[in-house]
């Protein structure tokens, strides 16, 4: 059964860019997602050469665009454009070296319009999937950092992890910037954001330079974004455990209930979305990037064609402008339904 934000996708066209077009998670979900008609697919590589691996795979990519970077037409124009861009950075050779591999010539045809998003990953890292974004999309106004979220999923129950890949050590203002991006993507997925400053000490309790950067954070998001419910510095327990906050911070709005957690550092993130993801049954929907001027996604290189499939569609549904979504419960019901399929696959 096709959602809302399906039908919404379907009445405001959208096209996905896929940097690996030999890849067979991405052709199957190409396969699906054109044969629903939910999105528009650019798969990029030699025509020849994925037209082989999708009849190799069984897969149906005629609905598709399928374009090698080597033979582009309007390869002069973006060279062009990407120089621009990159103001005296890279020279037109470099800028057509790059522009040789497609994480770079992907990120290229969103910029120009080509195409409304763009996920790669799946053979890439993620260090290839975010420096062309980076450089190329660049941040949105207001921002100085790309972030990310997972949203950990397990039946009802919706809570963002950030960041868990990007950031390594986040200074103050980082954290400040991620948990007000991560609020921000709770919304979309239907999370109304409590976000909890994640430490080892809960308001004073214990001491050291992290907890002072936490604690400092927390001060600083009250003052720039009033309106988002935060408790910090905040130890997990603390944060989900009614009887916990009770005694640690019974004056919180947010302690005991929090649904948006922000870790100190991307050890503590990225250590605790898989203990969640492996030991507590929740399903890992993610990263999401955040911050950029439009939607660029990182898979996981072990990823599966359903997670593909998923973060497609996710991806997409970041790319449709809010005044075109009715209601707020649009996501909402696509994740019920991608992590519906993805337990129908057996994959949950």
Known sequence: MLTKMIDTLKKNPRTIVYTEGTDSRILSSADKLTKEGILGVILLGNVDEVKEAAKAGGFDISACTIIDPETYPEMDAMVEEMVKLRKG??????VRSALAHSNYFGTMLVKMGKGDCLLGGATYSTADTVRPALQLIKTKPGNNIVSSSFVLVRGD?????????INIDP???????????????????GV??????????????????????VANATAKIREIAPDVLVEGEIQFDASVAPEVASIKAPDSPVAGQANVFVFP????????????SRFGGFEAVGPVLQGLNAPI?????????????KMSIVTAALSVPEEEVVEETDLEVIVRTVIAAMKASGQI
């Open 89 to 94: 950075k890279m020279t037109e050779e470099k």
């Open 157 to 165: 129950e919706r809570y963002l992890f950030s960041d868990c890949a």
């Open 171 to 189: 200074s103050e203002d980082d954290l400040v910037e991620i948990a007000i991006e991560s609020a921000k993507t709770a919304k979309i997925f």
């Open 192 to 213: 109304d954001p409590k976000v909890a400053m994640l430490s080892y000490s809960t308001l004073g309790s214990g001491k050291g330079p992290s907890v002072t950067k």
């Open 265 to 276: 550092d991307i050890n503590a993130g990225n250590i605790g979305y898989k203990i969640a």
């Open 297 to 309: 996604n990182d898979l996981s290189r072990g990823c599966t064609a359903d997670e593909v499939y």
